[in-house]
């Protein structure tokens, strides 16, 4: 057992592109992200398909699985009742970063 750790080393890997944002909703629970959560997110990586990213989407932020179908991009949710999300030529999309870690407590 280690006498400390230091979560920031553990976690970050670029500190001057991460930022930590804390999640507002249930649309990606089966993904393990809840509610309360705290996301570490890295702004250098390039997002490819299948990955968790922040993102705003016609001004609205949200965090999606972004993935390609039949060469169309899209936001896709993970819990049900929530429907994947086209994402359509001529909407604004600006991704903040990519998911890399998520913090939550224990119930």
């Known amino acids: 057992m280690e006498a400390s750790l230091d979560l920031s080393r553990e976690l970050i890997e670029k500190e001057e592109a991460t930022f930590f944002v804390r999640v507002a ?4 629970t089966e ?3 809840h ?3 705290i996301l570490v997110v890295d ?4 997002p490819a ?3 968790v990213v922040v993102a705003a989407l016609d001004g609205d932020l949200t965090v999606k699985r972004y993935e390609m179908r039949s060469g169309y991009p899209y936001f896709m949710p993970e819990a049900e009742g929530y429907d994947p999300i086209p994402i359509e030529e001529g909407q604004e999309l600006v991704v903040w970063g990519v998911v890399q870690h998520v913090i939550h407590e224990v119930s």
Do not use: F
């Open 25 to 28: 909703g249930d649309s990606m």
């Open 31 to 33: 993904a393990g992200i």
């Open 35 to 37: 509610d309360g959560d």
């Open 43 to 46: 702004r250098s990586v390039e």
């Open 49 to 51: 398909g299948g990955s």
